[in-house]
């Protein structure tokens, strides 16, 4: 069974860095990627990004990679560095997982992922 637990949530300035921590266990069978979502208050869950825990490939929603960094360990904890916040990065952050041979390319959408962890709250005040 994939498990996925986030932490590193807080709360934080604009224009501060947080680094949020997804650890994942539980991949067996086939190669995955893990995903980072998050869901701001009153709006639908939107992608972050991914990383294919194989080849390490990534993947950044929109400009995000302008501020924000995925990767992972040997572990297969992934992190996700967000520098430069403000107030629209205030969301809670979830992580998920699904193998990789499922999903599409340049996708990130939440309904194609199936394992979800239970997410880490990040707040950011001006």
């Known amino acids: 069974e994939v498990r996925l637990v986030e932490s590193g949530g807080d709360s934080v300035q604009a224009g501060g860095s947080l680094t949020l921590s997804c650890a994942a266990s539980g991949f067996t069978e086939y190669d995955y990627t893990v995903a980072w979502f998050r869901q701001a208050p009153g709006k639908e869950r939107e992608g972050v990004s991914y990383?294919?825990?194989?080849?390490?490939?990534t993947y950044y929603a929109g400009s995000l990679e302008d501020r924000f960094t995925i990767s992972k360990d040997a572990k297969n904890t992934v992190y996700l560095q967000m520098n430069n916040l403000n107030s629209e990065d205030t969301a809670v952050y979830y992580c998920?997982?699904?193998?990789?041979?499922?999903?599409?390319?340049?996708?990130?959408?939440?309904?194609?992922?199936?394992?979800w962890g239970r997410g880490t709250r990040v707040t950011v005040s001006s």
């Open positions: 990383i294919d825990l194989s080849d390490g490939a």
């Open positions: 998920a997982a699904q193998p990789t041979y499922r999903l599409r390319e340049g996708i990130l959408i939440p309904r194609d992922f199936r394992s």
